[in-house]
């Protein structure tokens, strides 16, 4: 019987945690020790770090460490940039599934493997880790009342069950991560929640508690600063992703108003009640109040069939994209079949491309 060389077909699973890091020199070890070295159901497990244009030697201490990847930006551009690098090249390193964790140490990276599971199992498309804020020691009164208005509000616009929504210990799908796209500066943990319930992407939370604060949060300066950055987030996000309705609720008290107006003198025309010029004002401020809502409808439903194409712009874009990866894997598997049949020699090489022609 002759002999013959199997080709097998392995699908191998791969992971890469990323960390977008500025000025986290002091913090980086602690939180890249605690990181799994095996999970079940994992081949490759990589570590790739961000370094955001840090002032100290994060990139040169990460190095150090041994990570895998190391992308740096000449300056800052925000943790939501940050984070959007980190997405692309874990992509286009082959990762099948993305964890996002910060280079603070907030986050307990033994966790992971019960935060990469639901993907692993087909349940979910993204994992949030819920911080359960009620209960953490570390968040006070205002900040957990703040971050549970801010859940609420998110879990509202997106339609879906996002406990700890400005949670960033998160893990994603090649295939969420592809449909993703982050377009504001200051975070990005509140628009891909937003974008991934549009989407209909499967968002699930596991519980975690989160280790002792090494240094304050870079995101919130004061409560103030936190209401205003988050709100106004919120506002744009649901402006763009919701435009009818956005305009619709800034019309309606202009045509409300206008209709009250209309009314009162309708009502005292038909009650008898005469005078010239007596309700003029009635009707012109109603109907001039009217007007100008309609006029802010119709920009809403203009803006809304914008967003068609914005929906269609996506998809183009999604696709593209995979397109790309796909061309990138398959130049990647033959210049591994281009090495293993240099490493065969000549005599074997012909074995297994005989093999392969009879079959």
């Known amino acids: 019987m002759p002999t013959a060389w199997a080709i097998l077909t392995i699908r191998i699973v791969k992971l890469i945690v990323q960390v977008p890091c500025l000025n986290e020199a002091d913090t980086l070890p602690d939180t890249l020790a605690g990181l799994p070295t095996t999970i079940e159901g994992i ?51 082959g990762a099948d599934i993305i964890v996002n964790t910060d280079g603070d140490n907030q986050y307990p990276a033994e966790v992971i493997p019960e935060l990469v599971s639901p993907i692993l199992k087909g349940e979910a498309d993204i994992v949030i880790g819920d911080r359960q804020v009620d209960q953490s020691p570390y968040f006070s009164g205002t900040k957990k009342r703040l971050l549970g208005l801010g859940s609420w509000l998110i879990r509202t616009i997106s339609g879906t069950e996002v406990a700890d929504a400005p949670s960033g210990f998160r893990a994603y799908s090649k295939e969420a991560a592809l449909r993703l796209n982050v377009l504001t500066k200051y975070s990005y943990t509140l628009e891909t929640i937003i974008q991934a319930g549009k989407l209909g992407l499967r968002i699930e939370s596991i519980p975690v508690k989160t280790n002792p604060p090494t240094r304050p949060s870079r995101l919130q300066n004061s409560p103030w600063h936190f209401i205003k950055a988050q709100a106004s987030t919120i506002i744009r996000l649901y402006a763009f992703y919701e435009p009818f309705k956005t305009f619709s609720y800034i019309a309606a008290p202009f045509i409300l108003v206008g209709v009250i107006l209309l009314l009162r003198f309708g009502f005292f025309y038909v009650t008898g009640v005469r005078g010239i010029g007596r309700f003029t004002q009635s009707v012109t401020i109603g109907i001039g109040l009217m007007l100008v809502g309609v006029i802010i409808a119709l920009f809403g439903l203009q803006a809304d069939i914008a967003s068609k194409h914005r929906i269609l712009t996506q998809e183009v874009l999604y696709r593209l994209k995979k397109m790309d990866l796909e061309k990138a894997n398959r130049r990647a598997k033959l210049e591994r079949t281009n090495k293993d049949h240099e490493a065969f020699g000549p005599e074997k090489r012909f074995k297994s491309d005989k093999v392969r022609e009879e079959n």
């Open 43 to 93: 081949d490759i497990i990589e570590t790739l770090i961000v370094d955001d244009g840090s002032d100290d030697d994060t990139s040169a201490v990460a190095e150090n460490l041994g990570i895998n990847h190391v992308f740096r930006h000449t300056r800052t551009l925000g943790l939501a940039q940050a984070f959007a690098t980190g997405i692309e090249n874990s992509l286009a390193l």
